[in-house]
């Protein structure tokens, strides 16, 4: 996985041209979509697990930068306030996710239905995607941000909202879960 061809500075000028731009030219906001739309979605894929749903996070990901971008402050980098906002689209589309399987098994339960547990919609065919379906929200989650979104510690914590030190802590940990997962 390589990182988006962008650099700070190339952001900086994509997103002041969108603030000026947007809503009535998208010149700019094609070119930002264009630069970080694979590693967004997979992103979303790895976060979420699933194809489909990875496709629907990544155009709500960039729907949200669309009417959001003229608030980006640059308190952080760009890079940053997107993969913030991708955290918070998948998160939110698992929280949708699981109120909805919920609602659904109660239906099923009330209806003296019984529910199929063995339909697994995400197939995962290597070994690394196993090892990582298997890593808690959590440790899967900053693992990702740091090897497919390919952000630094210091993004992953900004990104997360946590210290430096317990960004480093827990991408140690998470890593050293994975290994023992991929040597199962």
Known sequence: MTNPPSSPDKDLV???????????????????????????????????????????????????????????????????????????????????????????????????LSVDKSDNDGVISTQMEEALGKLNPEDREIITLRFISELSIKEISETMEIQLSATKMRFYRALEKLKDELKQ
Not at 26 to 49: A, D, F, I, Q
Not at 72 to 84: G, I, V
Request: hydrophobic residues 30%; charged residues 30%.
């Open 14 to 112: 994509l997103v002041e041209a969108c603030k000026k731009e947007l809503p009535y030219t998208l010149t700019s906001y094609e070119k930002l979509v264009r630069m970080y739309e694979p590693t967004v979605l997979n992103t979303c894929r790895y976060l979420l697990g699933d194809n489909e749903d990875s496709e629907d996070a990544s155009q709500d990901v960039f729907i949200r930068v669309f009417h959001h971008i003229k608030k980006f402050d640059h308190k952080s980098t760009f890079r940053t306030w997107l993969y913030r906002i991708v955290r918070n689209c998948c998160y939110t589309r698992v929280k949708q996710q699981k109120k909805q399987t919920t609602l659904k098994n109660a239906f099923l339960l009330n209806s003296e």
